[in-house]
């Protein structure tokens, strides 16, 4: 249950947070309010939930084994240096890649990121299968080259591309009069295929340091320990790293000078807190899965968003669907019932060779106690002739007979 929710989670909030980006832009295409102190606040809203959690799970633990709050909480975190140290790696890795993706959606299209983001599943799955963290088998291979080439099949498609991110009420559009709208068109044209091409490869870079992030923190969380760690706890470490790094990035580029007066509200409208909480829900959502689940099912979700996304988008910006999006929609479903298909079929072949393992051991079980019990009656046996020999070597050498 805790699988299924925290992937329908994620893949919920991936599909509305580029949207919800979109909608918090200006006419001119761009945020009023700082990307890093919405970064920055989207991680200090996740570390709030965590902290909250936390204390939540301590006020529990001591109501059912008494005590304090703070013994509780001491049990539940066990801090050590070197293990927060490690947490510094992909908290540095995801805040370079939350702040770039806010930069990519004020070039492209919400439909095209979402479209070409798709291509780190082709990442993890590689990069997974390279590290030993998961060999994928030949169906799952198959599914990835299927979401591949749905990918390329929307990037075909020029109505996505270049009419998605050249948006009607562009600037070059409204700043000239009729006698020069061929020329104004040209120009249009010619600043959308520029931001589609920069867009999207940002979008790779984005892609690969997802990648990178995605694969650290799952082995991180999932790292053996003494004894199991809350993830709240994992994760409020994270998010201690990430404030600070973000903090940090604000404060080196505001001007050289830090934020001073209203500048770290400024431009915030209704919509942009929106994109903070929802940025949140994505973060939380996503630790879940990389915990209960693995990497690739964290890039199936976007997968999912991708779908949902466009669909959206056809509602809200009213973009046309062409029949290559359609057949790419298509493809993208189909690969992802064939991956978590070939991965129930591996789970359920997995508890079936671990069930046929404990009835073997249970069945060999008697045989062993068996064995045992033989095992005792020759050692007794061999300590009961042992003493038989003692006993004829006592009388044979004894003081009687030697005199």
């Known amino acids: 249950m805790l699988?299924?929710?925290?992937?329908?989670?994620?893949?919920?909030?991936?599909?509305?947070?580029?949207?919800?980006?979109?909608?918090?832009?200006?006419?001119?295409?761009?945020?009023?309010?700082?990307?890093?102190s919405a970064t920055l606040f989207a991680e200090l809203a996740k570390l709030a939930f965590s902290l909250g959690a936390l204390l939540a799970l301590g006020a529990l633990r001591r109501h059912a084994h008494g005590g304090s709050v703070l013994r509780a909480l001491r049990s539940l975190c066990p801090l050590?240096?070197?293990?927060?140290?490690?947490?510094?790696?992909?908290?540095?890795?995801?805040?370079?890649?939350n702040n770039l993706v806010l930069h990519i959606l004020t070039l492209i299209s919400p439909t095209l990121f979402q479209v070409f983001a798709?291509?780190?599943?082709?990442?993890?799955?590689?990069?997974?299968?390279?590290?030993?963290?998961?060999?994928?088998?030949p169906l799952q291979v198959a599914a990835v080259s299927l979401l591949a080439c749905a990918v390329f099949i929307v990037s075909a498609d020029p109505g996505t591309s270049c009419a998605a991110s050249a948006s009607s009420d562009s600037p070059l559009r409204d700043a000239t009069g009729e006698g020069d709208r061929t020329t104004t068109g040209d120009a249009a044209r010619g600043h959308?295929?520029?931001?589609?091409?920069?867009?999207?490869?940002?979008?790779l870079v984005a892609n690969g340091l997802s990648t990178l992030g995605g694969?650290?923190?799952?082995?991180?969380?999932?790292?053996?320990?003494?004894?199991?760690?809350?993830?709240?706890?994992?994760?409020?470490?994270i998010y201690v790293w990430g404030s600070v790094i973000n903090a940090a990035a604000l404060l080196l580029g505001e001007a050289c000078g830090g934020v001073r007066g209203g500048a770290l509200l400024r431009g915030y409208s209704a919509a942009a807190w929106c994109l903070v909480a929802n940025n949140a829900a994505v973060g939380l959502c996503t630790s879940a899965v990389l915990k209960l689940q693995d990497n690739v099912a964290r890039v199936f979700a976007h997968g999912v968003a991708m779908v949902?996304?466009?669909?959206?988008?056809?509602?809200?910006?009213?973009?046309?669907?062409s029949p290559r999006v359609v057949a790419a929609i298509w493809v993208v479903g189909a690969s992802?019932?064939?991956?978590?298909s070939s991965s129930s079929n591996e789970l359920n072949s997995e508890r079936a060779q671990g069930s046929a393992r404990r009835s073997v051991s249970v069945a060999a079980e008697p045989s062993h106690a068996w064995a045992a019990n033989l095992q005792d009656d020759r050692m007794l046996a061999s300590a009961s002739q042992s003493a038989a020999r003692a006993d004829d070597v006592a009388v044979q050498f004894g003081p009687a007979r030697l005199l």
């Open 80 to 97: 050590s240096p070197l293990a927060f140290g490690k947490y510094s790696v992909p908290s540095l890795v995801y805040a370079l890649n």
């Open 192 to 203: 959308a295929q520029r931001n589609v091409l920069i867009g999207l490869s940002l979008t």
């Open 118 to 137: 798709c291509l780190k599943t082709i990442m993890t799955g590689a990069l997974m299968h390279c590290t030993g963290m998961k060999r994928l088998s």
């Open 336 to 340: 992802g019932f064939i991956f978590h």
């Open 308 to 321: 949902g996304t466009l669909a959206l988008s056809v509602i809200l910006f009213h973009q046309a669907l």
């Open 3 to 36: 699988r299924a929710a925290s992937f329908a989670g994620a893949s919920a909030f991936m599909t509305s947070s580029p949207l919800i980006a979109k909608l918090s832009q200006s006419d001119a295409g761009a945020f009023d309010f700082s990307i890093i």
């Open 215 to 237: 694969v650290c923190c799952e082995w991180l969380l999932k790292e053996p320990t003494q004894r199991p760690l809350s993830l709240h706890w994992q994760n409020a470490q």
